[in-house]
C-alpha cells in the first residue's frame, strides 16, 4: 500500500511571498489532515477535511494560512503572505474512517523555512 | 494548545538496556497514541491504547495508559540503536458536536538517544 505523499520536500521562501503544498493521501481515506510542526515541538493540528468538507479549522490562521481539498482525494495547503514564524515542517497525514480505526498515516512532510 | 506532556525531555541510555518514557494530558480521551520521529522515515505510528485499556504489548514496546491520573508510560525493552528518535504521546479526541472532528493533539516529545 502506498503511503501519503507530499511534494515539495524542502521550500526556501522570503518573507511576505506566498507558497503551496501538496499531498496525496493513502488511497481510500476519507479523512485528511495537515499539521504543522515548529522545530522542538510536537505537530499542532491546522486543518481537518472529510471527504471534500472541513471538519476542524480552529487552529488555522485563516488571514494567511487557506486549504482545500476539491474532490476528495488531494489537498493543497497554501501560505500567502509568508512570515520569519511560518518555518516549519508541514505534515499530511490521512486516516479511513471505516471500523473505528483510529490510526493516522503521516506524509515524510514538507519543510518551509522562511528568510 | 499542547495536552500532552511527555517527560523526560531528553534520554540517554545504553544499548540493551530499557527506555521508559512517561506522558501526561489534561482531558478526557478516546485513546491515546505513540509516535516515533526520525530523520529517515518521518513520523511513524508505534501503539495505539484505548481509554478502557490498561495496558498493551507491541513486540518490545508496552504501554501503560491510568486515565484517573491522566497520565500514560511507553516502556522499551532492550534498547537498540535503531530505536534513537523522538518519541511524542498523542491523545485523541472525538468531538462528536463538533462535526467529529478529531485531529491529534501532541507533546512536546522525548528525545532518546541509545548509545552502541
Same mark, same amino acid.
Given at each position: ?30 479523512? #485528511? ?12 493540528? #491546522?486543518?481537518?477535511?472529510?471527504? @471534500? ?11 494567511? +494560512?487557506?486549504?482545500?481539498? %476539491? ?7 497554501? $501560505?500567502?503572505?509568508?512570515? =520569519? ?31 | ?20 518514557? @512517561?506522558?501526561?494530558? *489534561?482531558?478526557?480521551?478516546? @485513546? ?5 520521529? @526520525?530523520?529517515?522515515?518521518? %513520523?511513524?505510528?508505534?501503539? #495505539? $491504547? ?5 495496558? *498493551? ?7 501503560? %495508559? ?7 508510560? =511507553? %516502556? ?11 518519541? +511524542? ?16 493533539? +501532541?507533546? *512536546?516529545?522525548?528525545?532518546? $538517544? $541509545?548509545?552502541?
Amino acid at each position: 500500500e502506498a503511503g501519503v505523499a507530499q511534494s515539495p520536500r524542502y521550500k526556501i521562501i522570503e518573507k511576505r511571498q506566498s507558497v503551496a503544498f501538496w499531498c496525496n493521501p493513502i488511497s481510500g481515506h476519507a479523512t #485528511l489532515y495537515w499539521y504543522q510542526q515548529i522545530l522542538g515541538q510536537g505537530p499542532k493540528l #491546522l486543518i481537518q477535511f472529510q471527504n @471534500n468538507g472541513v471538519v476542524d479549522d480552529s487552529q488555522l490562521p485563516k488571514d494567511r +494560512f487557506s486549504a482545500e481539498r %476539491l474532490k476528495g482525494v488531494d489537498s493543497t495547503l497554501k $501560505i500567502q503572505p509568508a512570515k =520569519l514564524e511560518d518555518s516549519a515542517v508541514y505534515l499530511c497525514a490521512s486516516s479511513s474512517t471505516s471500523g473505528m480505526v483510529y490510526e493516522q498515516y503521516f506524509g515524510p512532510g514538507t519543510r518551509l523555512t522562511v528568510t | 494548545s499542547q495536552q500532552g506532556e511527555e517527560d523526560p525531555q531528553a534520554l540517554s541510555i545504553q544499548e540493551g538496556e530499557n527506555a521508559t518514557m @512517561n506522558c501526561s494530558y *489534561k482531558t478526557s480521551i478516546n @485513546n491515546l497514541q505513540w509516535y516515533r520521529q @526520525n530523520s529517515g522515515r518521518g %513520523l511513524v505510528h508505534l501503539i #495505539l $491504547i484505548r481509554s478502557n485499556e490498561r495496558e *498493551k504489548h507491541s513486540g518490545r514496546l508496552r504501554v501503560t %495508559l491510568d486515565t484517573s491520573k491522566k497520565s500514560s508510560s =511507553l %516502556l522499551i525493552t532492550a534498547s537498540r540503536a535503531a530505536d534513537t528518535a523522538s518519541y +511524542f504521546c498523542a491523545t485523541h479526541v472525538i468531538m462528536y458536536s463538533g462535526g467529529g472532528a478529531d485531529g491529534l493533539t +501532541f507533546g *512536546k516529545g522525548t528525545h532518546l $538517544i $541509545i548509545q552502541p
